[in-house]
């Protein structure tokens, strides 16, 4: 019954924004930290941003700067955004809950396509 369900995605232009969000369901959301990873064509899935129980967060170096998220424990939700979006950045996003304490405690979302193009 576990559930992520990504949302935000869509076709923008260099420069431009956009906001993700993931939907938790079936897990206590307050106990997993939450990350965004991303794939793009021809290349390795890569960890884009995390944030922890606690709220500390983590990003991959080439968005520092640009990309911000944050967790809302209360509406079991993780948000990621974008900006000074580049067209490498184009690629699937996807959510992804781990649970500290249990490693088979491991969830993905379907993920949502960014494009970034002019």
């Known amino acids: 019954q576990v559930q992520l369900v990504e949302s935000g995605g869509g076709l923008v232009q260099p420069g431009g924004s956009l906001r993700l969000s993931c939907a938790a369901s079936g897990i206590i959301f307050s106990t997993y930290a939450m990350g965004w990873y991303r794939r793009a064509p021809g290349k390795q899935r890569e960890l884009v941003a995390a944030i922890t129980i606690g709220g500390s967060t983590n990003y991959a170096d080439s968005v520092k700067g640009r990309f911000t998220i944050s967790r809302d424990n209360a509406k079991n939700t993780v948000a990621l955004q974008m900006n000074s979006l580049k067209p490498e950045d184009t690629a699937v996003y996807y959510c992804?809950?781990?649970?500290?304490?249990?490693?088979?405690?491991?969830?993905w979302g379907q993920g949502t396509q960014v494009t970034v193009s002019s």
């Open positions: 992804n809950a781990k649970n500290p304490a249990y490693r088979r405690y491991d969830y």
